[in-house]
């Protein structure tokens, strides 16, 4: 048997899970909807991490009563395995795009600002391969390496914000709900994307975790330590530009560390932090992979990961290539769907285990 759960305690738990969504939810924004009327996103991004965490506890409460340990075993249970497959599909895509959209944004980073004239593919070379092994590896060895990579990233995070404090001006905040809160709401909405399928991997690697118990603890600390995560990062980066500067800004958290290291050419961290955040991204990526895999193999009741976390692997890896310039009108117009209304994928999931979760149906 080769699912490759494992067993990790708290804090592996937490900093795979906090790592997963801070990664998605600041790397993964879009300027051309985040920034166009306004910036709240200091708001709506840790806003939609904690609301991610109210689904997940009720369907944790689902899971108690099915006697499941994870989600698929209780889909399959509840459904079948046509059902279950069924249901299960909206919240794979879901961590799929979520593997594939901070890798997007990362690689375009690293082939405009970093290594310029090499191709997309060259650097997926490097990338890919090892996110595709730490996927195989398991949730143990995700969760363990999280754990490293996540005080790396917190420590540049916190490095990169104090050293653009001198830019920090107040005005930039305005107008504090871009054009009014229904707008507010909307895009607060469409982040649930990237706040609630990492969230939503917890119930799926329920048994990694030891349980239902210790992965709701898990589950309300990771919520609260990325929204604290993403909150202060965007935050910083309402400081430092205006909103209608940040509409056409390639990776603005990277781009802060410019205001006082540009001066200095024997410091050049941007670069390193740069590699610190891409080492969190590929770690989150697959650990979403990883989620996407365990979920095909509980519902097939498969009892080795490896075909799935390798064929998952190939297609987030292909869907980066095929967004990396948005060449294609089809790639540009699915990509813009999943902005906006992706968050409908996973609730689709979830909303399926809720309610079947009701009837308390035993296996």
Not at 91 to 119: E, H, K, N
Not at 263 to 286: E, N, P
Request: proline share 4%; with cysteine.
């Amino acid at each position: 048997m080769r699912l490759n759960e494992g067993r990790i305690g708290y804090a592996e738990g937490i900093a795979a899970a906090a790592a997963a969504v801070s990664v998605c939810a600041i790397f993964s924004v879009d300027p051309a909807s985040a920034y166009t009327n306004g910036n709240s996103t200091y708001i709506s991004i840790p806003l939609a991490a904690l609301i991610s965490l109210v689904p997940v506890l009720a369907v944790s409460r689902a899971l108690e009563r099915s006697g499941k340990g994870g989600l698929a075993e209780h889909l399959e249970c509840a459904y079948g395995t046509a059902g279950a497959a069924l249901f299960a599909l909206p919240l794979t895509v879901s961590l799929l795009f979520c593997a594939a959209r901070p890798m997007t944004c990362f690689l375009d980073v690293l082939q405009s600002l970093i290594y310029d004239g090499v191709s997309y593919a060259s650097l997926a070379a490097f990338v890919f391969p090892v996110m595709a092994l730490i996927a195989w590896k398991g949730f143990e060895s995700i969760g363990r390496l999280a754990l490293i990579v996540s005080g790396l990233l917190v420590f540049s995070l916190v490095f990169a914000v104090a050293s653009a404090a001198p830019s920090f001006e107040t005005y930039r905040l305005y107008p504090l709900m871009g054009v009014g809160a229904a707008r507010f709401t909307q895009f607060t909405a469409s982040e649930l994307m990237f706040t609630l399928t990492p969230m939503s991997a917890l119930l799926v690697c329920g048994k990694g975790l030891n349980g239902i118990a210790p992965m709701r603890k898990t589950a309300a600390a990771a919520s609260i330590v990325s929204a604290a995560v993403c909150f202060s990062a965007q935050f910083a980066i309402s400081l430092v530009y205006s909103y209608k500067g940040l509409t056409g800004l390639l990776m603005p958290l990277y781009r802060i560390n410019f205001l006082s290291l540009a001066q200095s050419y024997a410091l050049r961290l941007d670069k390193l932090f740069v590699m610190v955040w891409l080492s969190g991204a590929i770690v989150s990526s697959a650990y979403c992979v990883y989620a996407a895999a365990r979920l095909h193999a509980g519902v097939f009741r498969e009892r080795d990961i490896t075909p799935a976390a390798a064929s998952f692997s190939l297609v987030v890896c292909a869907a980066v290539l095929a967004a990396a310039r948005m060449d294609y009108t089809a790639v540009k117009t699915a990509n813009g769907i999943m902005l906006r209304f992706g968050a409908a994928l996973p609730t689709v999931t979830l909303t399926a285990a809720l309610a079947k979760g009701r009837k308390e149906k035993k296996c």
